[in-house]
Structures are given as structure tokens and as C-alpha cells.
């Protein structure tokens, strides 16, 4: 097999958004593992990745695609099991702490946000808004621009989750959660990396010869986190954005063969 469990874990642990995440103390790990172990184990144990994505709620901004990929592949009981699990974990921290923290925490936001929009290092935000937010543009054209990138990714979702294949639509959700996110730092990619990782370890397996411009672009995913720490230049969107038209394009060839070989055995 290539590669073996602990190769995986070292060239993720290697790569420099990992580094950074480390650097800064984040649970950028955490993050990855929940989402990205949810989908992974939602179809063969369905129960255990509903508890990992309604853990994945602790933060919320990186969930709400998942519903919708959830529903795409009719995992229902992954569904049912991610839902009991944020319900629990709602009354646990409402029994522990009082019901008047969700009210305080809703009108924290506003300001929260307003806080980071006079933050100097916004520009290690890979966001849409964001990212056009540092090229100049105006919070009044740059939001429904962000709004109209979520659109686009939960269509992007839904897509790649009806009846595709499941390391692909993994990694889909991943990207497009990134860009339908109008919050994250680069300390909240760790997942991008282990989606990309994944993503190249099944195709290496299924015997898939990768082309030097989709082994270019998958490289620009894994050090684009890195580079906005260097460099002014917002670079996160465009390459998500062809991360996920890319993945997209592949779970389109992914079903046409499906369907050829269905064809053929009908027949």
C-alpha cells in the first residue's frame, strides 16, 4: 500500500499550514480530524460520524455544508447521529453554565466581527469577503459576493455528494467549506491539507497518473497558507476556487464511468 498510515501522518504533520497551526497553539487539528474523520466514517459507521461532526460544532463557521452533504448521500443515520449529538452537547453546556450564554453569545457577534475588520492581519484570512476586502473593495459589494461564493458552494456540495465518489466529494466539502466560510484563518486549514493528502493517496491507489497541472494545483493548496503570511496578495479564493472546479470535474468523469459500466453490465 501506498502510502502506509504513519507516511500519511508525517507528510501532514510537514506541511506548512500544520507547522503554522502549531506555531500559533490552534485547533486547527482538532478541526480537520472532526470534519474530515466525520465523512470518512459517515457511510460505514454512521453513528460515530454523526458524534464527530456534532462535536465539529464547537466550532460552527466550518459546519454548514455539512447538513447538506449529509442529505446529498442519503446518510441518514449519520445525520440523526450528528444532530442528537449537538443537541446533547447544547443541554450539557446549557446545564453547566445557564441558558443566558446563547442569547450573550449571539449579541457578541457583531462586535467580535467588527473586531477583526480592524484587525491589521486580515489578509491571513482566506476568505472571499475578506480577500476582496484587502484588494480595496468595499464591504457593500464584497459581501454579497461572499454570499453569492456560498450559493456556489453548497451547490458545489450538493452535487459532488449525489451518488460520486467519496474521497472526491470528502475533499469538496472541504474546499467549498473554506470558501463559503466568510471567517476562518489560515490555522483552520489543517483539514484542506488532509483532504489533499487523502485525495492523492486514493488516486496513487486506484492506479491514477496525476497530470503535471493537477499536481501543480494541489501543491498551490497545500502552500498558499503559508504564503499569505509572505505576501499581500490574496491568493486563498482563486485556489480554492479551482480546487473545488477541479474535484468537481473529476466527480463529473467519475459518474459518466460509473454509468458506462452500469451500461455494460445491463446489457
Known sequence: KWPAAPAMAAALLLTPTAILTIMEGQSGFLAAGLLVGGIRRAKARPVLGGILLGLLTYKPQLGPLVPLALLAAGWWRCAAS??????????LSSAAFGWAIWPVWIGSLPGYQAWFSDLKNTRLM?????????LGVPPIVAEPIQWSAAAVAAATTWRCFRDGCPTLAMAALVGATCLANPHAFFYDLPMLDAAVVLL????????VNLALPELLLFLAVLLFPSLMVIITMPLGPLILGLFVARLTALQSQHRAR???TSGSLAS
Open 200 to 207: 492523492v493517496t486514493q488516486r496513487l491507489r486506484d492506479g
Open 258 to 260: 460509473a454509468a458506462v
Open 82 to 91: 450528528a444532530s442528537l449529538t449537538t443537541v446533547a452537547l447544547v443541554t
Open 126 to 134: 482566506p476568505t472571499v469577503s475578506v480577500s476582496l476586502g484587502v
